[in-house]
């Protein structure tokens, strides 16, 4: 039996470093980003690290070039964990007024575009006859027909984009690559830096730790099915309208 492969990209946020060390346990780990700092410790002796200046094409192709000529085994996950809700230069729109074409294109380019060269530039190393289950972290609030409140215009925008984005993929990876399966995930309220300025609102029980997401999605990808669709799931495993 070959070696089982997971692949954590953006693998420096607070769930990613969670995934990381549930799946080190049992499986080889290749993590990237622009920062391996956390990686530098004994436990992850073992893991392959691949530092990234930036998340421009030409550092992806590089990147991904390195995991086809250096890695032995074969890639049966990958979590791409990409995603700003804000930053210096941007925060969620309250108004109409609010929004910017500057802070549009970067969330835009974070949480939409950035996951999609990714997907696009991996999936020749993920075909073959053994199954591949990919992961895009989104937000249930990308979905459009479960948006009641309105705002968050750029967020909202760049995480319903990518699942179409996802469903359009799936569609075409159901004809040329069967043994590929695409999951939207919503990790739900997660104590990270990303929900920090937004967690006085959180519902008491409803904001998680790290560790329980990061188990909670190991646990849905096993249990996921290749069906030559995209799946929207949220953190219990349950589907989230498109």
Request: charged fraction near 20%.
């Amino acid at each position: 039996m070959e070696k089982q492969i997971t692949i954590i990209i953006g693998a420096n946020s607070a769930i990613a470093k969670a995934l990381a060390q549930e799946v080190i346990i049992d499986q080889q780990l290749i993590v990237i980003s622009r920062n391996v700092d956390f990686y530098e410790q004994d436990i992850f002796a073992s893991a392959r690290l691949i530092s990234l200046k930036n998340y421009d094409e030409s550092e992806i192709v590089s990147a991904v070039n390195t995991i086809k000529h250096s890695s032995n085994g074969v890639i049966s996950r990958v979590f791409i964990c990409h995603g700003i809700l804000h930053s210096e230069n941007c925060q969620p729109e309250k108004r109409l007024e609010d929004f910017s074409v500057q802070a549009f294109n970067e969330v835009i380019t974070a949480n939409t575009i950035t996951p999609m060269l990714w997907l696009k530039n991996l999936v020749p190393l993920l075909t073959s006859k053994s199954e591949c289950k990919v992961t895009v972290f989104s937000a249930r609030v990308g979905s459009i027909s479960d948006n009641e409140l309105g705002g968050w215009y750029s967020y909202r925008t760049s995480k319903a984009a990518m699942n179409m984005l996802l469903k359009s993929a799936a569609v075409e990876l159901s004809r040329r690559a069967k043994n590929i399966k695409l999951i939207s995930f919503h990790p739900g309220t997660t104590d990270t830096p990303l929900s920090k300025p937004f967690q006085a609102n959180v519902p008491a029980g409803k904001l998680f730790t790290c560790d329980f997401v990061a188990k909670q999605l190991l646990r849905i990808v096993k249990n996921t099915e290749l069906d030559g669709q995209a799946s929207f799931v949220d953190w219990q495993g349950n589907l989230i309208p498109w």
